[in-house]
């Protein structure tokens, strides 16, 4: 937007009860969220914002929170989300709900490729994979971002499969919040799936044929990956594989197919479908 905007002069966000007044850090990079255009029935031309419908998970790939805290606030950075939470579990918001924050990039889910139009983005202080061994989360970051994810969910009536890391809408080009975030500590709370697999020691690799190869990759565009139906392990679906494990059987990504991670792809879409 924003140019023309002192963001100093925009009033706390009343979205979550959750932040205190102080921990509201306005950012320069926003905008309104995609309108839609509908048309009643005498014919006259209504206009309303697209609805928040989705709620995307990332960590800040920052040393630190500060800085994080610059990449999203300033200009410079380029970039929002609605909140950060910093590796103490303090909550801040730089963007209200309402406007269109700029988190998810290049993305694409269930046919949507407007990613920012639709979505909350929290943002979580994590170096990830910058790093050779990933810092884990915090257990105190943990809690915060549990509750921050169930008053995101229950206020804006977000569905369980609409809570997604930022390498779900992106598998091509991002790996976070990566595979050391706990997505069954959320789903313990009520937010996003978790289909609770068996940590076996051996994944037998799986070729399947093209017929079974198309099955399977409409199953993965049917809960919402942006994949094309070809028939072929092709790159992209090495990608939504990885993308998927990464956030649905996070001890073991390997990117390649075996028995487990079709069962979890048919049990995830039974979860959405029920
Ligand atoms: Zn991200």
Redesign the pocket.
Known sequence: MSEDIDVSLLPVPTDTALLKSEDWVPSVNFNERRATVNLCGSGAVQTACVKIDMLLL??TATPTNDYALQLLTTAEGGVSSHYLVDGCGRIIQMVAEKYRAW?AGVAEWAGETDINSCSIGI?IQNQGYALERVPPYGEAQMAAVTELCADIVERNKIKLHRVLG?SDVAPHR?Q?PGAHFDWSLLAKRGVGHWLSPEECEEFAPLHLNEVSLCELQRKLVAIGYGLEVTGEFDQRTEFVITAFQRHYRPFKVTGQLDQQTIELVDQLLDEIKA
């Open positions: 990332h960590y988190h943002e930022h991002k976070d």
